[in-house]
């Protein structure tokens, strides 16, 4: 009897640039007793049917760009008389979806980290539970993941956790409503620990995968005090204060490490903060931008962002702290117009945004904009063969639509043209060189350029066009953008670098205990990484 853990995807590119932490975690938290999970990652490769012998257990991540994928993997397992077992963010959301379609056997909801054992001992008796409810674990709770069983030459950037759940609301955002408004936080001395690992095997490239780095706000805690709510005070400071913990230990870290994460626009008007993260080594972050109007960010309920002129200052001050920007925009908002493609990429240029990503609006399940899309099309479903509109993620990749929801003044067609346009012009050549610039050597400028090609083929070119043939020959091109980018990536191993000896105070799980009874990392029972359901 195998564990087999897959993360399945339609596009497989042989190297990959940011590991699937889950894997990893959840491997972690496999019992000794069903011996080291085998790992497979369809970013890379597909898997082999005949790998799975009848009795073991194959757990599935999916969120929603990967569960028509996902179910035909949890299909073909069963079988083979296997035992079936979802989680993942949509599994969280669909569970009977998942039993139905995925023909699981168990779903996890939630949090899998307790759960999952569970689920491994149920299946090894022949009993597993259909729903098992992992709910929200605390962050002295997340394991680090076994990144012995990873192949250590097909990734570039490795990943560590360091806090779930999001105190903000957007509108396009799921994150909120599954992992919570609460911040949970590892502790520091544990991810510290993971990090060491991580580098002493090779890695100096490392994405810190959170929710949302930035969990308090000075106008958080400007209001605790203004409503003298002390407990809150008293709460935020100590989140506010482990996050300076951390980033203090991460500042004694080989210098020539690098830290990427995800951070929302109000952490520009903290200086101290940025500071804190330069000094630490972050030296990029995902930010949600989303959009440049005024009326756009109303629309997404994200009008604590600025827009215009200011929003500019406020992407250049990201930079001027060291912290290069990936900038997220979306396109197809109500108030979206043609000029609005234009004005967008002049104000990522403008700004000095380092990276960007443009998405069009995409209604994900668990978000107050599915909530609303799916009860407009309640009065008048629309189709797609026999599939809902609604149920988006069954519909075939080759005939999906790009976009769900009507533009009362564009059609979808035109905005999926001026999308890819503008992530055409973002990313030519000519500006991606003077962008390099930002690097300090020549190796690193190479590699950014080759990053920048790479993040543009498997993002724009391969799920924004509607043919074929284009789709084909960007994945192709990626494939082979990637395993340069990877080259360039590599490090040398530091077997001799040592974890700090940490007061007596810090106490983290035992790690037979963890084996015995816990699960993944992130985004429910198997960890979601930046740029799928969650922006």
């Not at 079988?79 to 168990?106: D, N, Q, S």
């Not at 009008?303 to 925009?329: E, I, P």
């Not at 899309?373 to 509109?389: F, H, M, R, S, T």
């Amino acid at each position: 009897m195998s564990v087999h853990l897959v993360n399945p995807s339609d596009n497989s590119f042989g190297t990959a640039v940011i590991t699937p932490r889950w894997l990893f975690v959840l491997a972690a938290a496999t019992p000794r007793s069903a011996g080291d999970p085998i790992l497979v990652d369809e970013s890379l490769e597909q898997i082999v049917p005949e790998t799975i012998q009848p009795g073991d257990i194959v757990g599935i991540s999916v969120h929603t760009g990967n569960a028509l994928r996902g179910y035909e993997v949890g299909r073909m397992a069963r079988e083979l008389g296997a035992w079936v077992v979802y989680g993942g963010i949509h599994a969280t959301l669909f569970p009977e979806e998942a039993l139905e379609r995925g023909h699981a056997h168990a779903v996890v909801k939630g949090d899998g980290d307790i759960a999952w054992g569970k689920v491994v001992s149920d299946c090894l008796a022949g009993a597993p539970e259909k729903i098992y409810e992992g709910g929200r674990i605390e962050g002295s709770q997340f394991l680090a993941a076994r990144w012995e069983l990873m192949p250590r030459d097909k990734y570039m950037w490795a990943s560590v956790q360091t806090i779930r759940g999001c105190p903000k609301h957007c509108s396009f955002c799921s994150v909120w409503r599954t992992d919570g408004q609460q911040p949970r936080q590892r502790r520091y001395q544990s991810v510290i620990d993971e990090i060491v690992q991580l580098r002493q095997i090779g890695f100096r490239f490392i994405a810190l995968a959170d929710d949302n780095f930035y969990p308090v706000t000075l106008t958080d805690l400007r209001l605790a005090r203004e409503q003298n709510n002390l407990a809150k005070v008293a709460e935020l400071t100590a989140v506010r204060n482990e996050r300076f913990q951390l980033m203090e230990e991460l500042a004694k870290l080989p210098k020539n490490m690098v830290f990427f994460t995800q951070i929302t626009m109000e952490a520009a008007e903290d200086v101290e903060y940025l500071e804190a993260m330069r000094r630490a080594n972050i030296k990029g972050a995902l930010v949600g931008v989303e959009a440049v109007t005024p009326e756009g960010l109303k629309t997404v309920f994200k009008d604590f962002n600025y827009s215009g002129d200011a929003l500019a200052r406020q992407l250049q001050t990201f930079k001027d702290h060291g912290v290069h920007v990936l900038g997220s925009f979306i396109f197809g908002l109500p108030t979206d117009k043609p000029a609005t493609f234009d004005a967008t990429v002049d104000m990522a240029l403008k700004a000095g945004v380092t990276f960007a990503q443009f998405v069009m609006m995409t209604p994900f399940p668990g978000t107050v904009d599915f909530a609303r899309w799916e009860k407009e099309q309640a009065k008048d479903p629309a189709l797609v063969g026999d599939v809902p509109i609604t149920r988006y993620w069954l519909i075939p990749t080759a005939v999906r639509p790009k976009m769900f929801t009507p533009h009362p003044s564009m059609s979808s067609d035109e905005i999926r043209e001026r999308t890819q346009k503008v992530w055409d012009r973002f990313y030519n050549w000519s500006a991606i060189w003077q962008r390099s610039a930002c690097t300090p050597t020549l190796r690193a400028r190479i590699a950014f350029m080759f990053l920048s090609k790479l993040y543009r083929q498997m993002y724009a070119g391969t799920g924004i066009s509607t043919d074929s043939a284009r789709r084909k020959k960007s994945k192709t091109a990626a494939r082979w953008t990637a395993r340069q980018c990877r080259k360039l990536f590599q490090s040398k191993p530091m077997p001799e670098l040592k974890s700090p000896v940490w007061e007596k105070a810090f106490h983290p799980p035992l790690l037979q205990t963890a084996l015995a009874t816990s699960a993944p990392d992130a985004a429910g029972p198997f960890i979601v990484l930046p740029g799928s359901d969650r922006l």
